[in-house]
């Protein structure tokens, strides 16, 4: 993949476990977010992810952004060189409560949806099973994406990504 000059973010939400292991490349060209990378690992090895992740974070400013549930990927990762950060879909945004409805995750799922409505998101076909999570997911009655009916790993990336992308001032845990 030729890459040019926009804003870029590698995003993964590693799975271990019953879910599967998402990886997502994002580039801001022009105000157009184009998907770079869309794959998804089932059970693979941390140290396999660790190494893939690695050497794609090149291709993206070695910027990565990760699901806040795996502090030992972000660990690694920086020992490797890696600019990683944790995403904590639960937090808080701006100082108010999750209750009012203010979490991470929702606002990311909003900036995601508002992205797609306004054709402000390129995904090429190829990338099958990235579209076919965003075309399936339904969500839950907090307005979130409902992960009991299908996977969403690489979902979640396209949520952290848009965001990202939009507002650049993610809410980071330091490790």
Do not use: W
């Amino acid at each position: 993949l030729e890459m040019s000059h926009g804003q870029k973010v590698l995003c993964c939400d590693p799975a271990y476990g019953s879910s599967k292991f998402g990886i997502v490349g994002f580039e801001k060209i022009d105000g157009i977010i184009h998907i770079k990378d869309a794959v998804q690992f089932e059970r693979p090895s941390p140290a396999a992810m660790l190494e893939r992740i690695t050497i794609m974070a090149k291709n993206y400013g070695n910027y990565v952004l990760v699901d806040s549930a795996h502090p030992g990927l972000i660990l690694d990762l920086t020992k490797n060189g890696i600019n990683a950060h944790a995403v904590k879909f639960g937090s808080t945004v701006d100082g108010k409560a999750i209750n009012q409805g203010n979490s991470l995750l929702s606002v990311m799922t909003i900036d995601a949806a508002q992205a797609v409505k306004e054709k402000r998101v390129r995904i090429h076909p190829n990338f099958k099973d990235l579209i076919a999570q965003l075309r399936a997911i339904r969500f839950n009655d907090k307005g979130h994406p409902d992960k009991k009916e299908l996977t969403f790993d690489m979902g979640d990336c396209f949520l952290m990504g848009c965001h990202h992308l939009k507002s650049n001032s993610l809410k980071v845990i330091k490790m």
